[in-house]
């Protein structure tokens, strides 16, 4: 297949720091769009994946999951945009879609194996795909997203994983006006779920282990902060929550938020992969027909409905813009959550 040579930034090794290398990109198919990649944002995927910390890594990699740009070529086939059009990938370029979840707009659970932007098995090219941090991307159509016109490109970026991440758990939990969610965790994904469940007209309470954070919490839209070391804070809202959404990216005891769930409350996990510690003891749950859960991403369908819920109302990411070349210090500075919230990689950084 013919291909063509993309500037990217990338590494060949769970130690080697980020460098600029090339990788090839496939020409445009009948059903393809290629995209200018105008902002990437900076996920913690990237880092784990680009440090192997989940053990499933292919090296070389390019991360970047977050994608913004502009359409720049259209296959002959392809209707969904044209050339110029603002168009966005997320962590989805192919599944099956011929299995019962792809069947249902549920790609990111497709039962044959969904194609990861990068790291996922490359049907075209053979070897694995590789993400946002690079010049271009060139993606089915039926796998790129339109963005709204009135939202900042940028701070959009985000939305393509943090957002969509806890959008879907706000949904299919049926969280609406008058619902009471709380939101574990302020970073990439916590600061999203505070703006969407206050979107969707949700009662939103942070929980957080640190005190600084109520202001940032409140100036995001959020309700109420409760310190979730705190034992008498935490009985102030025994029984409370209809659904929690814990965003914490490592092992930590969910087991003290279960007693601020109401009857037939989910806490749903997002950003933790592993088994719990300490072990979750099941009598409040068995008391309380509560669960625990967790949720991936979202499909196509789903993340279209969130971009287009963001247009509407204006929601987009808290974002800090570096350059490609400054990827390794925005990971340290990640691994510090020193970054309010989310880092975004201007692209045209890396045409200098």
């Avoid at 990111?108 to 053979?126: E, F, I, M, R, S």
């Amino acid at each position: 297949m013919e291909t063509t040579n993309v500037k990217a930034f990338g590494t060949d090794s769970t130690t080697a720091p980020l460098k600029e290398m090339n990788i090839e990109r496939r020409v445009v198919l009948p059903k393809d769009i290629e995209i200018e990649i105008l902002y990437c944002g900076v996920c913690h995927s990237d880092l784990h994946t680009a440090r192997n910390d989940w053990g499933w890594t292919s090296y070389p990699v390019v991360p970047g999951h977050e994608i913004v740009g502009k359409v720049t070529k259209v296959g002959s086939e392809a209707s969904k945009l044209k050339v110029g059009d603002f168009a966005a990938v997320g962590c989805l370029v192919d599944s099956c879609r011929t299995c019962s979840s792809c069947k249902q707009d549920l790609e990111q659970y497709c039962l044959n194996g969904w194609v990861g932007t990068y790291g996922g098995q490359d049907k075209h090219l053979g070897g694995f795909t590789h993400g946002g941090y690079s010049e271009k991307i060139v993606v089915d159509e039926d796998f790129v997203l339109k963005v709204p016109a009135n939202l900042d490109l940028a701070a959009v970026a985000p939305l393509l994983c943090a957002g969509i991440t806890t959008w879907s758990p706000l949904r299919h939990w049926n969280v609406t006006k008058g619902s009471k969610v709380a939101v574990v965790g302020l970073g990439g994904l916590g600061h999203m779920a505070i703006k969407l469940a206050k979107g969707l007209g949700a009662e939103v309470t942070l929980f957080s282990r640190t005190p600084g954070k109520e202001k940032d919490a409140l100036s995001l839209g959020a309700d109420a902060v409760i310190i979730s070391t705190d034992d008498a804070q935490m009985a102030s809202v025994a029984g409370k929550f209809d659904v929690i959404i814990d965003t914490v990216p490592y092992v930590h005891d969910i087991n003290p938020y279960i007693s601020t769930l109401a009857i037939s409350g989910t806490h749903v996990i997002v950003g933790y992969l592993g088994g719990l510690e300490p072990i979750l003891n099941t009598v409040p749950l068995i008391l309380g027909r509560k669960s625990v859960a967790a949720s991936l991403i979202g499909g196509i369908a789903e993340t279209q409905e969130m971009l287009d819920f963001c247009g509407k109302h204006n929601i987009v990411s808290e974002i800090e813009i570096i350059k490609m070349q400054e990827i390794n210090e925005a990971y340290e500075r990640m691994l510090k959550s020193d970054v309010k919230y989310r880092f975004v990689i201007d692209m045209a950084s890396l045409k200098k």
